[in-house]
């Protein structure tokens, strides 16, 4: 059973900079929600009951928005705008969140690390904000429900455009059901020489608390980060590590373009903005703008 989820969130953001410079890129909202809480709310609606967020130097919006905002909330209530104010206050009730600071973005294995302590000795999820994943099932609960089943390490992957395989860690694969694979090999950002297949691991994991011992192991790799790849690498070698090819759609919301494609389709799907929105795009385009 896991009861657990690990956030890491101290990354630089260099992808959107400036804007990150100032603001975290978890905070970066999808119209009126930042990334970050999509992937609490995913967490949750999992049945996750403990989430660990990994901070680092200037991450406090992250912790500001999730807190109470007693003036904000005193505001709304007096100009009578309760629909907002139960909105706000559902953001600060979603569930208890424990921040932990990562001093240096060392890499996200080194994140991970981080909620050693908190996470203990039992198996844990781990949920990047550069992806938002829209699906039936959240795409952690159908990893958590495999691990259920299987008992092993177990992460989502997808197939990847072969320009894309350098930014991803990517498995060599073997089919033992339909969409599951057990892990034969990982490379982290490999080149397209290198790279044993074109499928990737997107940023959903459940992991055996053994993770830990192989992280501290870890050599620095790619970008000189210590790479929860090749911890997970490492991990291969004592027990078996499963791959779920997930059933959903996923946003990259950590790279320029999958970002603005999350937006508008987000838009598209909301009933107070979807009308408006594909009347300008089509108007957009047909202009070929
Ligand atoms: P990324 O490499 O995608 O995030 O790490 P980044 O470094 O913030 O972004 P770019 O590539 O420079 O634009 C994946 C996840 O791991 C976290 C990031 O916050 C992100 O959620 N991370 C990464 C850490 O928490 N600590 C690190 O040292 C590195």
Known sequence: MIRKAVIPAAGLGTRFLPAT???????????????IQFVIEEAIISGIEDIIIITGRGKR????????????????????????????KDVSS???????????????????????????????????GDDIIKSEVPCIKQLMNLFDKYNKSIIAVEEVAKEKISDYGIIKEKEIEDSIYLIEDIIEKPSLDEAPSNVGTIGRYVLTPEIFD?????????????????????????????AYAFKGERYDAGDKFGYVKAIVDFALWRDDLKDDVRRYLEESVSKGQ
């Open 21 to 35: 410079k100032s603001m975290p890129k978890e905070m970066l909202p999808i119209i009126d929600r930042p990334i």
């Open 61 to 88: 919006a992250i912790e500001d928005y999730f807190d109470d905002s007693p003036e904000l909330e005193n505001h709304l209530f007096q100009s009578e705008k309760y629909e907002l104010l139960r909105e706000v």
């Open 94 to 128: 979603l569930v208890d969140l424990h921040y932990i600071r990562q001093k240096e973005p060392k890499g996200l294995g080194d994140a991970v690390l981080k909620a050693e302590k908190h996470v203990g000795d039992e198996p844990f999820a781990v949920l990047l």
């Open 214 to 242: 192989c992280i501290k192991e870890t050599p620095q790799g790619k970008g000189n980060e210590i790479q929860l790849t090749d911890a997970i690498k490492m991990l291969m070698e004592k027990e078996d590590i499963y």
